[in-house]
C-alpha cells in the first residue's frame, strides 16, 4: 500500500513541477535522470566528506579551473576522464536492481499465484530506479575502453553486503512469519 502512496505522490510532485516551472517533459526528464545519478554519487560523498571535516577534521581540496577547451594547456590533464569511487555507488545499485528483479520474478514463479501481486509493486520501483539510471549505464558500458576491474569488484561485493542485510532485517514479513522462519 505504502508503495502506491510512494508513486502517487512521486506522480503529483513531478506534475506540480511541470506545471509551476513551464519546462517540457523531455527537459523535466531528463533532469529527473540527472537528479537521481548525482544523488547516488556525488552528494553521497558531500555528505561522507562533510562527517569527516566536522568529526575527523579531515579536509577536502578542489582545484577550481576554467571549463574552457585548454587541449595542450597546464591543466589540460584535468579534463581528462578517470573513474573514480564517484562510479562505485550508482554500479552499486543497478546491480542490487537488476539482481533484485531476477530474484523477485524466480520466486513469484516459484511461489505461485499469490506472490505476484506484491511482486508488481517492487518490481515498478525497481525499473523505475533502473530507467532513470539509464544515462549511467549507457555511459557506462558505452565507453572505448574496458571498466576498470576495481569498480565491479567493489560493486559487487557492496551489492552482496547490501542483499545479505536485506534478507536478515527482511522487513516484508509479519513479526509472525519471521518466528517460523526463525524456528521459534
Same mark, same amino acid.
Given at each position: 500500500m505504502w508503495f502506491i502512496l510512494l508513486f502517487v505522490s512521486i506522480v503529483?510532485?513531478?506534475?506540480?513541477?511541470?506545471?509551476?516551472?513551464?519546462?517540457?517533459i523531455e527537459d523535466w526528464w531528463r533532469n529527473d535522470q540527472?537528479?537521481?545519478?548525482?544523488?547516488?554519487?556525488a552528494q553521497l560523498f558531500v555528505v561522507f566528506q562533510g562527517l569527516l571535516k566536522v568529526l575527523a577534521g579531515i579536509d577536502t581540496n578542489f582545484t577550481v579551473t576554467s571549463k574552457?577547451?585548454?587541449?595542450?594547456?597546464e591543466f589540460?590533464?584535468?579534463y581528462v576522464f578517470k573513474w573514480t569511487s564517484l562510479l562505485i555507488p550508482p554500479t552499486t545499485v543497478l546491480i542490487i536492481n537488476m539482481v533484485g528483479v531476477v530474484a523477485g520474478v524466480s520466486y513469484a514463479i516459484n511461489s505461485g499465484y499469490q506472490s505476484w501481486g506484491?511482486?508488481?509493486?517492487?518490481? #515498478?520501483?525497481? /525499473? !523505475? +530506479?533502473?530507467?532513470?539510471?539509464?544515462?549511467?549505464?549507457?555511459?557506462?558500458?558505452?565507453?572505448?575502453?574496458?571498466?576498470?576491474?576495481i569498480v565491479i569488484v567493489w560493486s559487487i561485493l557492496l551489492a552482496?553486503? #547490501?542483499?545479505? /542485510? !536485506? +534478507?536478515?532485517?527482511?522487513?516484508?514479513?509479519?513479526?509472525?512469519?519471521?518466528?517460523?522462519?526463525?524456528?521459534?
Open positions: 503529483a510532485t513531478a506534475i506540480l513541477e511541470l506545471r509551476w516551472s513551464g519546462v517540457s540527472f537528479w537521481v545519478i548525482d544523488g547516488t554519487s574552457a577547451a585548454d587541449e595542450d594547456g589540460s590533464e584535468l506484491p511482486l508488481f509493486g517492487k518490481l #515498478f520501483f525497481a /525499473l !523505475w +530506479v533502473n530507467v532513470h539510471l539509464y544515462p549511467f549505464l549507457k555511459g557506462f558500458l558505452g565507453r572505448q575502453n574496458r571498466t576498470p576491474t552482496s553486503i #547490501f542483499s545479505l /542485510l !536485506w +534478507v536478515r532485517i527482511n522487513p516484508f514479513s509479519s513479526e509472525s512469519t519471521k518466528g517460523a522462519a526463525e524456528g521459534q
